[in-house]
């Protein structure tokens, strides 16, 4: 059965530093997204993607966050200057298109800033 | 304000016995709601999907039912197993129907069956 794919699994960076968060939605899916949770709470909407663009942003993902698909199968989340606050589960999912409504979500990247 | 409430943080129950969650929105007009169950340390899996024109749904031992009226979804494993012990996450569409798509969730409720 198709999955959603992540990598890496746990990202350990520096307060400051830059980290890509990389994943590879279900093939022939059309929309994708960017969720986060932060331990302990309700999983948060960053962003969602459709058609090489943002289609809606959350008020968390601020200039610091950018997404990219840069070829046919991956989808990244860069965060250009980590905070401690950044810290979370890092999830991203898919949908396939117009006529369904499912979201398929990846096993995370747990993002760790020291 | 808007608000998604999942009844209770934590719910035990004993093997067999049919768990019930709850919840409920508030300042919401979800097309539809959906149920995922999450494990520790994993991503959020996908469950059931019920739309506001429905009033109930299954798969296998699961029943989702939606009341548009309460504002008020509930989700129900019955003849549970200790391996449905996890966090179950409530989510709706915030708008709507729409293309986006995005998804708001819940607390979620922790659920522990014990043999």
């Known amino acids: 059965e198709p999955e959603v794919t992540q990598t890496p699994s746990h990202q350990v960076t520096q307060m400051g530093q830059e980290v890509i968060l990389r994943c590879v939605p279900i093939?022939?899916?059309?929309?994708f997204y960017w969720y986060r949770q932060i331990l302990g709470q309700k999983v948060e909407f960053l962003v969602s993607?459709?058609?090489?663009?943002?289609?809606?942003k959350s008020e968390i993902f601020d200039d610091q966050f950018s997404v990219e698909r840069p070829d046919g199968s991956n989808f990244t989340l860069k965060i250009r200057s980590t905070k401690l606050e950044d810290s979370a589960m890092y999830f991203c999912?898919?949908?396939?298109?117009?006529?369904?409504?499912?979201?398929?979500f990846g096993p995370g990247t747990r993002l760790t800033v020291l | 304000s808007q608000k998604i409430e999942q009844n209770s943080e934590a719910l035990n129950i004993q093997e067999g016995k049919t768990a019930t969650l709850t919840c409920n929105y508030t300042?919401?007009?979800?097309?539809?709601l959906q149920w995922y169950r999450q494990d520790p340390g994993r991503g959020p899996v996908f469950l059931l999907l019920?739309?506001?024109?429905?009033k109930e749904k299954r798969k296998e031992r699961l029943k989702v039912t939606f009341d548009t009226t309460l504002k008020q979804s509930l989700f129900h494993i019955t003849a549970s197993q200790p391996a449905d012990s996890a966090t179950y996450l409530c989510?709706?569409?915030?708008?709507?129907?729409?293309?986006?798509?995005?998804?708001?969730f819940g607390r979620g409720t922790q659920l522990t069956v014990w043999p």
């Open positions: 989510a709706l569409d915030p708008d709507r129907g729409s293309t986006l798509g995005r998804l708001y």
């Open positions: 999912a898919s949908r396939g298109g117009l006529t369904t409504d499912t979201q398929y």
């Open positions: 093939s022939n899916h059309l929309y």
């Open positions: 019920i739309r506001e024109n429905e």
């Open positions: 993607f459709y058609n090489n663009e943002i289609s809606e």
């Open positions: 300042n919401y007009s979800p097309a539809y």
